[in-house]
């Protein structure tokens, strides 16, 4: 059997290892428009590769569809492939990661397999085209060259991270055979607000970020939120974005920031009742940077900057509990880490082959899925590989 992958990504090459292990006469090329394999991966985990995660609940994924996916082939399973392929991994906080905790080990390791393997790569090309028959599919690449295979499987990645080989252009393709592709949006990405926090660029607010769909509470994290200049970032904004991005019907987005998690509202004017006393001149300065200090007092709505009595003492521990950012708009594709949308899961059988054309598989980011950070989108990468390797083989 000849089998074409067109995509270098984690989803590709996974897969291409899968069958190759099952049986080294299986012909696999994978064809790539980066010169390297796997680059998106070095970025993974902050350079740690972030392979998974122990935890998931309802927001993890993006439809029931998705999480079944998962189901199949989860992190239990995933682990002890990782094993068998001799690849030890290690938990940190309910992430898994390589033993090694580094993105560039992982990605040589698993292309010193590929070459183990005799995988063939081709690097360099884009896919010009593609004709399917009852027999074969035919491909067409930018290099003019035309391949034939027995099946063709698209592991492409999406639209996100387009300096890592995500552009988006596989899309373009896939309409010309019909394929309905659903809205493509940034996920996982920063936020902008409406709010000007030019002023406290670069503080880091340890906190619970918690957002409202118009009135309705829909999401909370313990995590830390990152302000840039025009809005907000962290692992729990970027969550947040995704989240957003699904919806469809809210009017009005808000983003509520809790910075004194740890404290009932009685509890934290108790407090600064107590720090005022101490420090007449301005207690903020005692718990935050003088930046951060500054904005709290202007946007609390205190009249006094510096000498507070005890109703702008609550309305300071009101704001500090009840930090509230206005959501205007996601940052775009270059700063997401995952796409949104892509090929409707209608349009593809159970195994992930497609339902309007013979001998076509479609696996990874390409595909309406998507998780939130923590490894969630590379388990779907991989559970998705081997729904397809499963299939290929039974077939």
Do not use: W
Request: hydrophobic share 35%; with cysteine; aromatic share 10%.
């Amino acid at each position: 059997m000849k089998i074409g992958i067109i995509g270098q990504g984690y989803s590709g090459v996974m897969l291409a290892i899968l069958l190759k292990r099952h049986d080294l006469n299986i012909d696999v090329t994978i064809f790539d428009h980066n010169e390297k394999t796997n680059k998106k991966l070095l970025a993974t985990g902050n350079g740690r590769c972030n392979l998974g995660n122990l935890e998931y609940n309802n927001n993890t994924f993006n439809s029931e569809f998705t999480k079944n996916l998962y189901l199949n082939f989860d992190i239990s399973k995933q682990r002890e492939l990782f094993n068998e392929l001799g690849l030890e991994t290690r938990t940190i906080n309910n992430l898994v990661y390589p033993y090694s905790l580094s993105s560039n080990q992982v990605v040589a390791y698993l292309n010193r397999l590929l070459k183990e393997y005799k995988v063939k790569l081709v690097n360099g090309v884009n896919l010009n085209s593609y004709e399917v028959s009852n027999d074969f599919v035919t491909i067409t690449m930018s290099n003019r060259k035309i391949y034939k295979f027995d099946k063709v499987i698209f592991a492409t990645g999406g639209k996100s991270k387009e300096v890592l080989g995500s552009d988006g252009s596989i899309f373009r393709i896939l309409k010309t055979h019909n394929y309905t592709i659903k809205d493509l949006k940034v996920g996982l990405a920063p936020i902008k607000v409406s709010e000007n926090v030019k002023g406290i660029e670069n503080e880091r607010l340890k906190c619970i970020a918690s957002l409202y769909l118009d009135k309705d509470l829909v999401y909370q994290e313990d995590g830390e939120v990152l302000i840039k200049k025009d809005g907000l970032s962290g692992i729990s904004i970027f969550n947040i974005s995704s989240i957003i991005a699904r919806n469809k019907t809210a009017k009005k987005t808000r983003i509520v920031l809790d910075l004194f998690k740890d404290y009932k509202i009685e509890e934290l004017e108790e407090k600064f009742e107590k720090y005022s006393r101490i420090a007449v001149f301005s207690f903020l300065e005692g718990i935050f940077t003088i930046k951060m200090s500054d904005y709290i007092r202007k946007n609390s709505g205190v009249k006094n900057l510096y000498d507070f009595d005890n109703r702008e003492i609550k309305r300071i521990a009101e704001y500090t509990k009840n930090m509230e950012f206005t959501y205007i708009s996601t940052y775009d594709f270059n700063d997401s880490q995952v796409t949104i949308g892509g090929v409707s899961i209608n349009n593809l059988n159970d195994d992930l082959s497609s339902k309007l054309e013979k001998n076509i598989y479609m696996i990874g980011e390409m595909i309406d899925i998507d998780g939130l950070c923590g490894g969630y989108n590379l388990m779907l990468c991989l559970a998705s590989a081997y729904k397809a390797y499963t299939s290929l083989i039974n077939n």
